[in-house]
């Protein structure tokens, strides 16, 4: 597995802050955070570019590490629709084109 | 706005049936994508397509073909079906040459082989 999540699962209460983290020994030119439901796609929630970059949309706030092998994505104020699987996805951009690789996932339960 | 398309959402088949999944990315992507995702896994890339050309595979069995038509849609042919094929299949478009484009999932095509 190239991206490594961690924790795997998460259980809070409702206010509560949380923060997963995305950890790779490989480089990648652009990361992604996405929240998945039962039997849906993946929804893009931050795109990062830049090394170190840190960008926020809402509730979400990430970042990607200065080496670009690793980010966090940090959630605050957690309310019950926050529940999903949370995946990180690396991008590599080959001779052939862009290649995305997912994490292992993070499983949240907020409990209201 | 337009998102990836995927039909059909649902599908039964029994073993050593064949299935077609159709995608259909959103309008001006040039590259599509193919992703498994058995039950509490990540999504396993399988093959990809930039400008009809197939530009990247993954863990993609013989037993499965994929092509890009000139509209871009795309479909995943799927032969001699196991049971371990059961799974949800999803698609993703982005559009390769710019710098800034993320992954944009449809909804998927949950298969069930029996």
């Known amino acids: 597995q190239l991206l490594e999540q961690s924790p795997q699962f998460l259980s809070i209460q409702e206010g509560e802050n949380l923060t997963v983290y995305c950890n790779s020994s490989?480089?990648?030119?652009?990361l992604q955070w996405y929240r998945q439901e039962p039997g849906e796609g993946p929804v893009l929630l931050i795109a990062?570019?830049?090394?170190?970059e840190l960008t926020s949309n809402g509730r979400l706030t990430a970042q990607f590490g200065i080496t670009r092998k690793d980010s966090f994505l940090n959630i605050s104020a957690s309310i019950p629709s926050d529940v999903g699987i949370y995946f990180c996805?690396?991008?590599?951009?080959?001779?052939?084109?862009?290649?995305?690789?997912f994490g292992t996932g993070t499983s949240l339960t907020v409990i209201p | 706005a337009a998102g990836v398309i995927q039909s059909p959402r649902h599908l039964i088949k029994e073993k050593r049936e064949t299935a077609t999944l159709k995608c259909y990315p959103i309008?001006?992507?040039?590259?599509v994508y193919w992703y498994q995702q058995g039950p509490g896994q990540d999504p396993q890339f399988l093959i990809s397509?930039?400008?009809?050309?197939?530009?990247d595979k993954g863990s993609i069995p013989d037993r499965f073909s994929a092509q890009q038509f000139s509209d871009y849609h795309s479909e995943l042919n799927m032969s001699s079906l196991e049971l371990g094929d059961s799974a949800l299949y999803f698609c993703?478009?982005?559009?390769?040459?710019?710098?800034?484009?993320?992954?944009?999932f449809g909804n998927g095509t949950r298969l069930t082989v029996t």
């Open positions: 490989s480089v990648f030119s652009s």
């Open positions: 309008p001006r992507h040039d590259t």
């Open positions: 990062l570019y830049k090394a170190g």
């Open positions: 993703a478009s982005s559009l390769t040459g710019a710098r800034n484009s993320p992954l944009h």
């Open positions: 397509f930039y400008e009809k050309m197939q530009s």
């Open positions: 996805a690396g991008q590599w951009i080959s001779n052939t084109g862009n290649q995305f690789y």
